[in-house]
């Protein structure tokens, strides 16, 4: 093959794995809401497969800057390796595991706490953005739009042991679609300049 071609062919190539890569990167979101209660939440699949219970867990729905968040309440079961898995009983919804980073403060009972000085029955309040399935805590009491991302983990083992190991294989389709055709292209200009 010429040089030319093989430039064109490693084109192709890169524009397929852009694709592919940004079309995986498009997260769906947590949830939508047409209005601002629970009863107008609709949970994605992600959720509901993450954390089953999430519906029953929602203290209310809030607006921030054009975008929706669902309110949460719990109360803290354990504090495992000096915060960095912290067990929340959420009010009305079960158990999560939180997995902090070990240098997180929250705002908690009025002041600035460090996630490793959290105790057992300490009153959390959270939000889960519309568009992020993630703890998410004010860095204030007052309505700030600057927050704390946590990740969650879910607590039951077997609940973790069902979920799926991908995100699934629409992205992976899109790139080998998108391969082949710019092959099949490459291929035919190959034949025509010979």
């Known amino acids: 093959m010429s040089s030319k071609v ?3 062919l490693s084109a192709a190539v890169l524009i397929a794995c852009v694709s592919a890569t940004s079309a995986q990167a498009k997260e769906n979101p947590s949830f939508t809401a047409v209005t601002n209660n629970c009863d107008s939440v609709t949970w994605s699949e992600t959720a509901l497969a993450t954390y089953p219970t ?15 968040y669902v ?12 915060g960095q898995r912290l ?9 999560v595991t939180l997995t902090p980073p070990a240098d997180t403060n929250l705002y908690v009972g ?3 706490t460090p996630i490793a000085d959290l105790a057992r029955g300490d009153q959390l309040n ?29 607590h039951d083992q077997q609940q973790l042991a069902s979920l799926p190991h991908t995100a699934g294989p629409l992205p992976l389709l899109a790139l080998l679609g998108t391969f082949s055709l710019s092959l099949g292209g490459l291929v035919s200009l190959y034949r025509r300049r010979r």
């Open 54 to 68: 999430i519906a029953s867990a929602c203290q209310g729905v809030e607006e921030r800057n054009g975008k929706r």
């Open 126 to 154: 959270f939000y889960i953005a519309e568009d992020r399935l993630a703890a998410q805590f004010p860095e204030t009491e007052t309505a700030s739009t600057r927050y704390v991302i946590v990740p969650i983990v879910v």
């Open 87 to 95: 067990v929340v009983n959420f009010k009305d919804g079960g158990e």
């Open 110 to 112: 009025g002041k600035k």
């Open 71 to 82: 309110k949460f309440s719990g109360t803290v079961k354990s504090n495992k390796e000096q």
């Open 6 to 8: 093989m430039t064109t």
